[in-house]
DNA sequence: TTAATTATTGCAAATTTTTGCAGTAATAAC
DNA sequence: GTTATTACTGCAAAAATTTGCAATAATTAA
């Protein structure tokens, strides 16, 4: 289904994607940290959604005493730069890899349910907002609010 | 513009608008309390976007002693109930009626660069979600981020 | 290499937000 | 009416998030 789409991406090399993410940074005078180095190492190790609490809980594990100022600090910076992708879902803040299969949700306001949706919604929104405003909208993890079926 | 688009409302008439608060919420079992009348109040009088911290502001000015966790307990239990819509904007939670007039933003992740953006074009989608899911999407203030065009 | 500059971190304090619980107020049952 | 039930609030404590600043580490210039 949504594999074929064009908001996917191949499975990330752990390798190649970090030393990319070094360049880039690099390229506008940031600095790879050996902190931001494991923040990142989180994401590629646990896949999904991270709150801050889930990260932070994640580096004392691995005894990597970082503080958590600098994580919270790092995610917002990381976001800033499109890295990560930040989202509400269920009152929470949550990050994830934007590289990240894509994947767009429905969200019931009344019930919490949660429904998945296809990638092709988004497609002709995407293509108006180019051609009319030279946004390039980034609509990888749309999360829409409502009511579904059962409550309406 | 704007004005004559699907999402938009008649301008809020105070009194009609508190009582049938009243009776919405009457009708779910839930009360309208001395504090939830007030922080409506807020709402009907300032309009626009408000934090947590200036709904409590505002209060206080009025001598209107409502605990903080009243407030965001309110906050939350209108979101819930689709009479406040929240939304994030430039890292600060923000509510405002849900009547309030429809509108969308692009927000640039770089620069915090924000552009006012149409109705029509969420026209389809929503078509689209109620045809396919029966979901009644709730799109009168959708904040797209990504890239402006002088940022791309 | 050394000095100067700049980005980043850790720490502690401040601020914001959430939570548990006892008390209060409204509604419903009798 | 009185009592029982339920929703809601305030308070105080806990937890989450942000901020200022001095110290550190990396990069740049000399």
Same mark, same amino acid.
């Given at each position: 289904?949504?594999?074929?789409?064009?908001?996917?991406?191949?499975?990330?090399?752990?390798?190649?994607?970090?030393?990319?993410?070094?360049?880039?940074?690099?390229?506008?005078?940031?600095?790879?940290?050996?902190?931001?180095?494991?923040?990142?190492?989180?994401?590629? +190790?646990?896949?999904?959604? @991270?709150?801050?609490?889930?990260?932070?809980?994640?580096? !004392?594990? #691995?005894? $990597?005493?970082i503080d958590q100022a600098t994580v919270?600090?790092?995610?917002?910076?990381?976001?800033?730069?499109?890295?990560?992708?930040?989202?509400?879902?269920?009152?929470?803040?949550?990050?994830?890899?934007?590289?990240?299969?894509?994947?767009?949700?429905?969200?019931?306001?009344?019930? +919490?349910?949660?429904?998945? @949706?296809?990638?092709?919604?988004?497609?002709?929104?995407? !293509?108006? #907002?180019? $051609?009319?405003?030279?946004?390039?909208?980034?609509?990888?993890?749309?999360?829409?609010?409502?009511?579904?079926?059962?409550?309406?």
């Open positions: 289904m949504s594999n074929e789409h064009r908001h996917n991406h191949p499975p990330i090399e752990p390798e190649v994607f970090l030393s990319e993410l070094k360049t880039e940074l690099h390229s506008h005078g940031y600095r790879f940290t050996p902190q931001r180095k494991q923040i990142i190492d989180v994401f590629l +190790d646990r896949h999904g959604h @991270l709150t801050p609490r889930d990260v932070y809980d994640h580096l !004392e594990q #691995l005894s $990597a005493a919270y600090r790092s995610l917002e910076f990381f976001s800033r730069l499109g890295i990560l992708h930040t989202s509400q879902i269920a009152g929470q803040t949550v990050f994830e890899l934007s590289q990240a299969v894509t994947h767009h949700h429905l969200v019931c306001r009344k019930c +919490d349910e949660v429904l998945p @949706l296809d990638d092709h919604h988004f497609d002709q929104l995407v !293509e108006h #907002l180019w $051609a009319e405003h030279k946004f390039k909208a980034e609509l990888s993890h749309v999360t829409i609010s409502g009511l579904c079926s059962k409550c309406t």
